[in-house]
């Protein structure tokens, strides 16, 4: 997801990284449980054991759940804004962002053949590696080019309007457009980052003035997982021989 989309991404504190819940691996991830209490009101935790009715968190795709510790002093979440309460919202916004996923990146199926032409075609253009543009569109979109956020980021590689309408993208969930603009956008950040692609990918997802404020990937949860798992797919993606016709 690009720049234009993290204005809206409003964070009380920046402390989001700081909370060892968000950095648990998958198996610990299964202990946040959604609890649906007996007024209707939902709520996320990770203290207790799990009880008839209680489901696993599953990161909605544009889901809004705040994070706040209760007076007793337990981590909580819900998807109701606390009162009289200090909070952080936790946005689970692409499919890779979701902090506690419970997918095994190292495993999920690849997809080695959709849109493999134009992904080779704007991967050679714009001088990109063809294996980190099928990872980016894997995480952003998982190759569903209708995809819509909720914060209205578009198609394969999830273009903000404004970004895309800077990128000469008239209709961002036509896959050659998407794939074209997205791929010239990432070869941007590439160049403004000297070809680090650790930082470009982070840089796609919180945007480069977060980058460079941090002087690295920056310390929100969504983007450390983010590109840890771009990264991984990357791998996964170059190590087969051929990514499709």
């Known amino acids: 997801m690009t720049f234009d989309r993290r204005t809206n991404m409003t964070l009380v504190t920046l402390l989001l990284a700081a909370s060892p819940l968000l950095w648990v691996g998958a198996a ?103 294996a980190l543009v099928r990872a980016l569109i894997h995480a952003e979109s998982a190759f569903n080019p209708a995809a819509l956020s909720h914060m209205g980021a578009q198609g394969l590689m999830q273009l903000m309007p404004a970004t895309a309408a800077s990128l000469g993208v008239e209709n961002a969930f036509d896959a050659g457009q998407n794939i074209e603009g997205g791929v010239r956008h990432l070869a941007e950040l590439l160049q403004a980052f000297e070809g680090n692609a650790r930082l470009a990918v982070a840089a796609y997802n919180a945007g480069a003035g977060a980058v460079r404020k941090y002087g690295g990937v920056p310390p929100y949860a969504e983007t450390q997982v983010y590109v840890e798992r771009v990264a991984i797919l990357r791998q996964r993606y170059q190590e087969k021989v051929s990514l499709g016709p």
């Open 28 to 130: 610990q991830a299964d202990t946040l449980r959604r609890i649906v209490h007996p007024d209707g009101r939902i709520e996320y935790t990770n203290v207790g054991k799990a009880a008839k009715g209680d489901k696993l968190l599953g990161g909605s795709r544009g889901q809004k759940i705040y994070k706040y510790r209760a007076p007793t002093g337990v981590l909580s979440f819900t998807d109701q804004k606390p009162k009289n309460q200090a909070y952080e919202i936790v946005k689970i916004q692409c499919y890779a962002c979701n902090p506690v996923s419970s997918v095994n990146w190292r495993n999920t199926p690849l997809n080695l053949t959709a849109y493999a032409q134009l992904v080779t075609k704007a991967a050679a253009e714009h001088q990109v590696d063809p």
